[in-house]
């Protein structure tokens, strides 16, 4: 897998989203290998812990906006529908072959009898952040920041961003960070309550190595039904439902003319200019 790493530490599984030359964003190809990952180490009863991570000082900007601008592959739109829809219909179609994978993976880490960890070093954007409040616990480096983002290119939030935010800070706060768009950093995302802890930067490596290791050693089985009904009394067993409703909104809304200026914005490096179309 060319862009996901899969490695070990005893019962601690690691998984590094690794392509820097494009902030770690997911094409289809990434997103497919990122799936294949979470779903082998949560199946894996020798696994005990799962850590997700960025390579290079990034940790993920969610999917891949260069992919989505070139209109995605037609082998992929074969692969994922049969009736062979090609890309011409829009953007929004470029954008499914992505989240199809991304939000199987997210719903699968919500499932696993164990506990996932993202270790956010760097920034955490869009689909990014979305990946790590899917996460069970969030640890992050006095060097990251957590953006939600999606407005910038007149998206409307995906990768379970919209389930979790109200649940975690409560719908008052989820309405600023979306509507006003602040980019935090990891004190003011733990102030938020958004994440766990902050570690500096030259102590993250060891103390996230020891809070999952910690884990890893714990009552796994306990955790997991824990976990479980954590997850129920907080209404996940309604994500699923959600994860689609975001998948079809944030497609619909990728056809629209705002997205295409808020595309073409992003890599101009420009302020959009949105008409509310």
């Known amino acids: 897998m060319p862009h996901i790493q899969m490695t070990r530490d005893g019962a601690v599984g690691i998984i590094t989203i690794d392509r820097r030359e494009r902030f770690n964003s997911l094409d289809v190809q990434t997103a497919q290998d990122f799936r294949k990952a979470g779903l082998q180490f949560a199946r894996d009863e020798t696994v005990r812990c799962v850590v997700i991570r960025g390579a290079g000082g990034v940790f993920s900007s969610g999917a891949d906006l260069k992919y989505i601008r070139e209109q995605g592959d037609t082998h992929d739109f074969g692969y994922l529908q049969p009736e062979q829809v090609g890309p011409g219909k829009g953007f929004g179609e470029s954008f499914k072959q992505i989240l199809e994978y991304l939000h199987s993976t997210i719903s699968e880490i919500k499932r696993a009898p164990k506990p996932f960890i993202a270790a956010v070093d760097g920034v955490a954007a869009a689909g990014g952040f979305?990946?790590?409040?899917?996460c069970d616990l969030v640890f992050a480096s006095t060097r990251a920041s957590f953006e939600w983002a999606y407005h910038k290119t007149a998206l409307t939030g995906a990768e379970s961003s919209t389930f979790f935010l109200p649940r975690l800070i409560g719908l008052r706060k989820a309405?600023?960070?979306?509507?006003?768009?602040p980019r935090l950093s990891a004190e003011q995302a733990l102030e938020w309550k958004l994440i766990t802890g902050v570690f500096p930067v030259?102590?993250?490596e060891r103390e996230l190595a020891g809070v999952a290791q910690r884990l890893a050693a714990g009552p796994t089985r306990a955790y997991a039904v824990a976990k479980s009904l954590l997850n129920q009394a907080a209404g996940v067993d309604q994500l699923d439902f959600h994860l689609d409703e975001e998948l079809q909104q944030l497609a619909r809304i990728a056809d629209t003319p705002d997205f295409a200026a808020g595309l073409r914005a992003f890599f101009a490096r420009e302020a959009a200019k949105f008409s509310g179309q």
């Open 202 to 204: 030259e102590d993250f």
């Open 175 to 181: 309405m600023e960070l979306v509507l006003l768009n």
């Open 130 to 134: 979305g990946i790590a409040m899917a």
